[in-house]
């Protein structure tokens, strides 16, 4: 008789902890459900861009923008990003690592989206001991469509706030890598009789000039002088872009910069 209810006393208590252990789990996931704490997860793309920096043992360049530093118009589909890695792998003694993000047609406020949305862009500038980019052209003018110098000077106040706004992104995500805008230069010095559109492309180069001198990293390279009055010599059939050696002549003047 004793055995039999000490047998029932242990059912008891067991079945009473089950009980216990149930409600406290059931309790817990409601609060788990209504009320969650904080994680100290990150997602992917956090983990992707964490303490990236700079490696001195390797060259990676990052070409950003639009047509310009896509190469367009060059047959050798070199163009003068091309140029600069094939320069520097010549004159340096360590690998030379190309990522090209340009992409034709891009304006400033494209560029700049592309920049603060893109998990992969954001890496790679993180990881960039040089960075090239042209961008702005397309802010103002359009291939195959009248030049409006009013209408391109009322876009070139916003497009100069981009890029501004650029140079500030891509400075915080890296500090330490050289940022080389390359000048834009005037492809229509045949209909430009007045030199009203030199002058503007002269005004925006200046003030650009001005927004790179706030960054130690950034250097400003012009091109105007390379095509002035030698465009037929330097330009693509599309009387537009440049051609290799059109090209050529830029990335070797980038280089001689760098050096």
Known sequence: MKSSRLLWSVILTVALLTTLIFIYGFVNAIQTVVYPGGSNLTTPEEEFIEDISPSDEEIVILSLGDS????TGDKTQNGYVGVVRELLEEKENKPVYLRPFAVDGYTTDQLLDFIMTQSGTRTTIKEANLILMTIGGNDMFSPGNEIIIDSARESMSPALENLKKIFS?????N???????VGLFNPFTEIDEDGEISLFVQEWNNEVFKITTGYKQALFIPTYDLFYKNTKNYLSSDVYHPNEEGYKRIGERIVNALQ
């Open 175 to 181: 500090s330490e890598a050289d940022i080389i805008y």
């Open 68 to 71: 310009l530093t896509e190469g």
């Open 169 to 173: 992104e891509i400075h915080t995500l």
